[in-house]
C-alpha cells in the first residue's frame, strides 16, 4: 500500500485536460518537495516535475505541477495520444526515511 | 553522454541471493545520491534502498530491510544491491536512478529534486 494515493485511471479527448492528485501528509508532500515521473511499463521512467512545480528542460510547458499542504496536483493539458502512461508522484517520507511514490495513475486518451 | 546500466538479475529460487550492480558514466559520480528502485507486476513503483554519495547514510524500505544492502563503489562508479532471503514478491524490474541535483546543491533536503537519470533496468524473477 503506498503512503501516497493517487486515483487509478483519468482519461480524456485529445487536446483537453487531465489533472491527477496525490495525496500524502506532514511526513510526505506535508514537508518536502514533490515531483512527478512519467513511466511506460518496461522502459526508463521521465522526471517531468521537480521542486513540486519545476520542468526540466525538454519537458513541454504542457505539463504543470502544484502543491499545496499536504497535496501535490500534476496538470496535463492539450492532452495527445503519446501522453499515455502512468504517472507517479514521489516525495522523500521523514518518518519512513525513503523515498515514497504515489500509487500511480494510468492516463488514457479517448 | 550520461548513463546507468544495471545487470546482476535472473531467476532465483525463493531464500536465494542475487546481486544488482549498477555503473554509471557521464557525470562526476562522487557528487550525486543514487538509488534503486523496482517496478513489480501489477504494482506501482517503490524505492527500495537510497544511498548517500559517500555511501555514509543509507536507508531501505520496510519490505527489504534486513534483507537487502545497498553500497556504492565510488572509484568504480558504481553502485550494488545485494538481494537475499528473496521472495516471489520481490519479482520486479530492477531500475538504478540518480539524484537530479548533486548533494550540495539546494535546500538540503533530500531526494528535493527527483530522479532525473534512470538505467533501462534489470529483471528479477523469484519462482521455484
Known amino acids: 500500500q503506498s503512503v501516497l494515493t493517487q486515483p487509478p485511471s483519468v482519461s480524456a479527448a485529445p487536446g483537453q485536460k487531465v489533472s491527477i492528485s496525490c495525496s500524502g501528509s506532514s511526513s510526505n508532500i506535508g514537508s518536502n518537495y514533490v515531483s512527478w515521473y512519467q513511466h511506460l511499463p518496461g522502459t526508463a521512467p521521465k522526471l517531468l516535475i521537480f521542486?513540486?512545480?519545476r520542468r526540466p528542460s525538454g519537458i513541454p510547458d504542457r505539463f504543470s505541477g502544484s502543491k499545496s499542504d499536504t497535496s501535490a496536483t500534476l496538470g496535463i493539458a492539450g492532452l495527445q495520444t503519446g501522453d499515455e502512461a502512468d504517472y507517479y508522484c514521489?516525495?522523500?517520507?521523514?518518518?519512513?526515511?525513503?523515498?515514497?511514490f504515489g500509487s500511480g495513475t494510468r492516463v488514457t486518451v479517448l | 553522454q550520461v548513463q546507468l546500466v544495471e545487470s546482476g538479475g535472473g531467476l532465483v529460487k525463493p531464500g536465494g541471493s542475487l546481486r544488482l550492480s549498477c555503473e554509471a558514466s557521464g557525470f562526476t559520480f562522487t557528487d550525486y545520491y543514487m538509488s534503486w528502485i523496482r517496478h513489480g507486476p501489477g504494482r506501482g513503483l517503490e524505492c527500495v534502498s537510497y544511498?548517500?554519495?559517500?555511501?555514509?547514510?543509507?536507508y531501505y524500505a520496510d519490505s527489504v530491510k534486513g534483507r537487502f544492502t545497498v553500497s556504492r563503489d565510488n572509484a568504480k562508479n558504481s553502485i550494488y544491491l545485494q538481494m537475499n532471503s528473496l521472495r516471489a514478491e520481490d519479482t520486479a524490474l530492477y531500475y538504478c536512478?540518480?539524484?537530479?541535483?548533486?548533494?550540495?546543491?539546494?535546500?538540503?533536503?533530500?531526494?528535493?529534486?527527483?530522479?532525473?537519470?534512470w538505467g533501462q533496468g534489470t529483471a528479477v524473477s523469484v519462482s521455484s
Open positions: 536512478a540518480r539524484d537530479k541535483a548533486p548533494y550540495w546543491y539546494g535546500t538540503g533536503k533530500i531526494a528535493e529534486y527527483g530522479m532525473d537519470v
Open positions: 544511498i548517500s554519495s559517500s555511501g555514509s547514510n543509507i
Open positions: 514521489g516525495t522523500w517520507d521523514t518518518s519512513l526515511r525513503i523515498y515514497v
Open positions: 521542486d513540486n512545480e
